[in-house]
């Protein structure tokens, strides 16, 4: 069984700084990884996908892919209060009927980003 | 960009009865559509997967017979929680791939609640 685990945290950062989130996944077979940020009660938003080892960057956010970890990560610069959110941590698995990718989540990590 | 309609965002509905939720593609032909459920302060499980023109799969432990999905059309897919009961309430996303490459995209969400 895939398993994807994440902190659940509540993680809380000052305003302003770089907030860090983590994520380790099971299947050393996976080969797309995702964030999203979800807001209380509403459906999840992509924040990022990353596919190859290394950094990829946009904007305020950094995810990290280390694939022979089995790790990747979020990075959050210049923390706003509007950050305050879970961040889900998801990892693709190719569809071969029809295309796609089957997500498995984690369970999420609360930030909390304190004025 | 890539926007998925849901609908409906929320419903109220007695013991019994059946429920019917669309999830749309707006500006891409979906390959693939999702089914996830969310229950409070737990992560997004995968209920079923649809292709267009064939049968949808379903995770373990869900009953296709009490979810029936049918997947109409390219952009569209239809969820119907048949016989709903109290157990049943929870929120229910879908979201629509373009291919492999492409990360998931989400609709706004329906919160069931079973009365």
């Known amino acids: 069984q895939k398993e994807v685990e994440q902190n659940s945290g509540p993680l809380s950062v000052p305003e302003g700084a770089i907030a860090s989130l983590n994520c380790t996944y099971s299947?050393?077979?996976?080969?797309?990884f995702f964030w999203y940020r979800q807001y209380s009660g509403k459906s999840p938003e992509l924040i990022m996908s990353i596919y190859s080892n290394g950094d990829k960057e946009d904007g305020r956010f950094t995810a990290q892919l280390n694939k022979a970890s089995q790790y990747v990560s979020l990075l959050i610069r210049d923390s706003q209060p509007s950050d305050s959110a879970t961040y889900l941590c998801a990892v693709g698995e190719r569809i071969l009927t029809g295309g796609g990718n089957k997500l498995t989540f984690g369970t999420g990590t609360q930030l909390k980003v304190e004025l | 960009g890539a926007v998925v309609s849901q609908h409906p965002s929320r419903v109220i509905c007695k013991s019994g009865t059946s429920v019917k939720i669309e999830c749309r593609s707006l500006?891409?032909?979906?390959?693939?559509m999702f089914w996830y459920r969310q229950f409070p302060k737990q992560s997004l499980m995968l209920m079923a997967t649809s292709n267009e023109g064939s049968k949808a799969t379903y995770e373990q432990g869900v009953e296709k017979d009490k979810f029936l999905i049918n997947h109409a059309s390219l952009t569209l897919s239809t969820l119907t929680v048949t016989s709903a009961h109290p157990e049943d309430s929870s929120f229910y996303i879908c979201s629509a791939s373009r291919g492999w490459n492409s990360p998931l995209h989400f609709g706004n969400g329906t919160r069931l609640t079973v009365t």
């Open positions: 299947d050393r077979g996976s080969q797309s």
């Open positions: 500006d891409f032909q979906a390959t693939t």
